[in-house]
T-cell receptor
Framework: ETGVTQSPTHLIKTRGQQVTLRCSSQ?????VSWYQQALGQGPQFIFQ???????GRGNFPPRFSGLQFPNYSSELNVNALELDDSALYLC???????????????FGPGTRLTVL | GESVGLHLPTLSVQEGDNSIINCAYS??????FIWYKQESGKGPQFIID?????DKRQGQRVTVLLNKTVKHLSLQIAATQPGDSAVYFC?????????FGGGTRVLVKP
């Protein structure tokens, strides 16, 4: 059990709608990363949040946005949903350390989004 | 561009045998290389990582080998058990960003 939780577990939306996914990081972790995992593929990095600011972004359009709150929990918002947005959305928490370039990321179970 | 890929999409192994999962990477600037295990309906679970200045690291029943000359990474699982059945991903870390490969499914036969 990693301690990272995500909600909801499953979600069905239609094209053009907006969705908000939520993530609670593991206790003591100050960094949250979001990934999109299409069926049968590896996760793709969307962005990372540290100290409530975006700290790196992958190749995703601006309609993918996020927030991090003072308690380090995070939201992923996707506007104008497209069919290709159907995927498992994963969040991962970690503790950023200035002395180490990479810090182990602990993943939540994901939110399965289906866009019809 | 940066990419991490795997040679074999599915690996079938007899229970008790050793498993070897291979991965090729392209970003020479990556700091760490990580192996994740993902079971159905769950998020990826960390198995082991290796820093780019190392060539071998051992954990409990697992060994990761890194060959920077040919940009190759492998995960060896000793005495494979039914609970090892899952999809395995290699990932490379450049700073705060993880780049994952496409995954290898490991099926353990009783």
């Amino acid at each position: 059990e990693t301690g990272v939780t995500q909600s909801p577990t499953h979600l069905i939306k239609t094209r053009g709608q907006q969705v908000t996914l939520r993530c609670s990081s593991q206790s003591g972790h100050n960094t949250v990363s979001w990934y999109q995992q299409a069926l049968g593929q590896g996760p793709q990095f969307i962005f990372q949040y540290y100290r409530e600011e975006e700290n790196g972004r992958g190749n995703f359009p601006p309609r993918f946005s996020g927030l991090q709150f003072p308690n380090y929990s995070s939201e992923l918002n996707v506007n104008a949903l497209e069919l290709d947005d159907s995927a498992l959305y994963l969040c991962a928490s970690s503790t950023r350390s200035g002395s180490r370039p990479y810090n182990e990321q602990f993943f939540g179970p994901g939110t399965r989004l289906t866009v019809l | 561009g940066e990419s991490v890929g795997l040679h074999l999409p599915t690996l079938s192994v007899q229970e008790g045998d050793n498993s070897i999962i291979n991965c090729a990477y392209s970003n020479s600037a990556s700091d760490y290389f990580i192996w994740y295990k993902q079971e159905s309906g769950k998020g990826p679970q960390f198995i082991i990582d290796i820093r780019s200045n190392m060539d071998k690291r051992q954990g409990q029943r697992v060994t990761v080998l890194l060959n920077k000359t040919v940009k190759h990474l492998s995960l060896q699982i000793a005495a494979t058990q039914p609970g090892d059945s899952a999809v395995y991903f290699c990932a490379e870390a450049a700073g705060n960003k993880l780049t994952f490969g496409g995954g290898t499914r490991v099926l353990v036969k009783p």
